[in-house]
Nanobody, 118 residues
Framework: HVQLVESGGRLVQAGGSLRLSCAASVRTFSTYRMGWFRQAPGKEREFVASIDWSGRTTYYADSVRCRFTISRDDAKNTVYLQMHSLKPDDSALYYC???????????WGQGTQFTVSA
């Protein structure tokens, strides 16, 4: 079983930067692919970014590409989402998810909220 705890959400001004963290409580963290998703009020949850178990392959939603960077530190069992040039549309509850390669994201955190003010 994997437990995920997100942190880093706060109020930030448009154009600013923020880094979210997701700490995983599992000894085999390096074998999991990790993802970030977000859900704004009244909208469905959407994919933001993912990183494979090796850290060499990343994917991004078109809306965040070139502004967001996902990374992982296996020594700390943590995945990060570095965000720049934030827009009000980025405001949402951000979830961290984990899954083994070839499997769905079976583990989800509770989310961390941040709001971008115009």
């Amino acid at each position: 079983h994997v437990q995920l705890v997100e942190s880093g959400g706060r109020l930030v001004q448009a154009g600013g930067s923020l880094r979210l963290s997701c700490a995983a409580s599992v000894r085999t963290f390096s074998t999991y692919r990790m993802g970030w998703f977000r859900q704004a009020p009244g909208k469905e949850r959407e994919f933001v970014a993912s990183i494979d178990w090796s850290g060499r392959t990343t994917y991004y939603a078109d809306s965040v590409r070139c502004r967001f960077t996902i990374s992982r530190d296996d020594a700390k069992n943590t995945v990060y989402l570095q965000m720049h040039s934030l827009k009000p549309d980025d405001s949402a509850l951000y979830y961290c998810a984990a899954g083994r390669s070839g499997e769905p994201y079976n583990y989800w955190g509770q989310g961390t909220q941040f709001t971008v003010s115009a």
